[in-house]
């Protein structure tokens, strides 16, 4: 009953999130625009039985040539996926454990973030918003983007690091928040470019405040989070940043991956009609780029309350100023998605590589859901139950979006139909292939793909990489021992 008690948040996260994840409890599977998953999963779990660690290249992508996909394509994912193989699960079966693995996490993660600044109630809220998102939707049964949504899911856990460390600056902290930065690099190199500026924003938040009160060790620990981070996930980064230049990756910017062509309309926000297609120029697209009309009324309703409370001079205290800059940066996420941005995204070339604008409704999601708790927390505010309140957001959220959380259909399919030689060898490696080299003269049909796959061999920067994330990990090792016996000392 204890257990219950203490836990009663997050269990009805993770009970109610059974709408989310129910489609893929169904035998078969269903089409998506990336629709390599299954190979990818059953080619991790192949190199991993050979004993590859880390695993950069896959034997039978690439047209039977071999690929190295997990050298370049964010692999952690794929990297739970290959272990349930090891576990003795099907190809077909593995993938779907790891689906069902990166939406909950979502809402875990969510859950532990929210709680610190809306308590267990609202927590529970933000976590059910965060993980019926409409566009949380889009990536797993319209996309089929992995590798998104499990980076996804780790944004919480790099935030909940950050902000932990300022109101407890505790070693172990800083190992979550480590964890959770790595895992979005890991999860997904775009979505680490999206994300990272917002992160370094709440470490100089995190200074700013340390300097007014005179706790400089919160700076050095908020700064440990994002170079611990990067350290634990340097092997892979440092070879996808350095040999890109050798892969046809370029061919993916431009053309009808060009941003120019994909900024969404401002009504398309508010609604947008529900689809399976693609990104197109203009305002009607394939697919839906709504926010979800129960996000932004629980975005206006905080905002509201915390202008009239301001008015009544309230006491605000460091976290609920911290909680505005979840405000600004869902406004400036927001400007980010619509054609009035063009001018930054021409201003930092970099930016090209993220080709569609509509990707920062990820952090659109992030933000609106996370300010839905403060519904919950501020009601109080004007003697409403906070559980009153919460019943009505989470029973019009399922109401509304359960709906959404499901593909367009399911095919009778095996395994087997994935991972046979013609599915991977040709069908997956069509999908895929930037990641050969430029000069590369592909093949015109699957007569042509190659019988034997080529070794595979380190570069000495790959085993260097390999040593700076062991240095890392060695870091993380002795920092958590010093934090327990550190508490163990006090207790």
């Known amino acids: 009953m204890r257990f219950l008690k203490n836990n009663f948040g997050l269990i009805l996260v993770l009970i109610l999130s059974f709408w989310a994840i129910k489609p893929l409890f169904v035998q078969g599977f269903f089409p998506m625009h990336d629709d390599t998953q299954v190979a990818r999963v059953f080619e991790m779990g192949k190199a991993l039985k050979l004993g590859m660690f880390p695993v950069r290249w896959v034997p039978d992508l690439g047209y039977g040539y071999g690929y190295p996909i997990f050298n370049f394509y964010a692999p952690l994912a794929y990297y739970v996926g290959g272990t349930f193989i090891l576990l003795g699960f099907d190809a077909l079966l593995a993938t779907k454990a790891m689906m069902i693995l990166g939406v909950l996490l979502s809402g875990v993660f969510m859950y532990l973030l929210a709680k610190e600044f809306w308590g267990e109630i609202g927590g529970a809220v933000s976590a059910l918003f965060y993980m019926y998102a409409p566009y949380h939707a889009v990536d797993i049964y319209v996309r089929g983007d992995v590798a998104e949504f499990w980076a996804y899911a780790f944004i919480p856990l790099s935030f909940y690091g950050l902000i932990k460390i300022y109101k407890n600056p505790k070693w172990g902290y800083v190992a979550v928040g480590a964890l959770g930065f790595a895992g979005v690099i890991l999860s997904h190199n775009l979505t680490a470019m999206m994300v990272t500026p917002f992160l370094l924003i709440v470490v100089l938040l995190n200074c700013y405040i340390s300097f007014k009160k005179n706790k400089l060790f919160i700076i050095h620990n908020s700064l440990f989070i994002i170079l611990l981070g990067l350290a634990l996930s340097a092997f892979y980064w440092i070879p996808a940043i350095v040999e ?85 940066g869902l406004l400036f996420s927001v400007f980010l ?5 063009r001018f930054v995204w021409q201003a930092i070339p970099a930016m090209a590589f993220i080709q569609y ?22 009601s109080s505010q004007f003697k409403i139950k906070p559980y009153l309140t919460a019943f009505l957001l989470v029973f019009f959220l399922l109401f509304f979006n359960i709906k959404l959380f499901n593909p367009q259909t399911i095919f009778s399919i095996r395994a087997a139909e994935y991972t046979n030689d013609f599915a991977i060898k040709w069908t997956a490696s069509k999908i895929s292939d930037e990641y050969l080299p430029a000069n590369f003269k592909k093949p015109k049909s699957e007569k042509e793909i190659a019988k034997n796959p080529i070794p595979f061999k380190e570069t000495t920067l790959e085993k260097l990489s390999n040593i700076g994330s062991l240095i890392g990990i060695l870091a993380l090792f002795i920092g958590i021992i010093s934090f327990t016996h550190r508490r163990l000392r006090y207790d």
């Open 244 to 328: 890109f230049g050798y892969t046809n990756v370029m061919s993916q910017v431009g053309g009808g991956a060009d941003f120019r062509d994909h900024f969404v309309c401002f009504s398309q926000l508010w609604n947008s009609p529900w689809g399976f297609g693609g990104s197109v120029p203009g305002c009607i697209d394939g697919l839906s780029f709504k926010i979800g009309k129960l996000h932004i009324i629980s975005v206006f309703l905080p905002i509201i309350i915390f202008i009239y409370l301001k008015l009544k001079h309230k006491y605000f205290n460091d976290i609920y100023y911290l909680s505005i800059f979840g405000i600004v």
């Open 337 to 341: 998605t619509l054609d009035v941005s």
């Open 357 to 378: 604008p509509w990707r920062f409704l990820l952090l659109i999601s992030f933000f609106t859901s996370f300010l839905a708790g403060a519904v919950v927390s501020l």
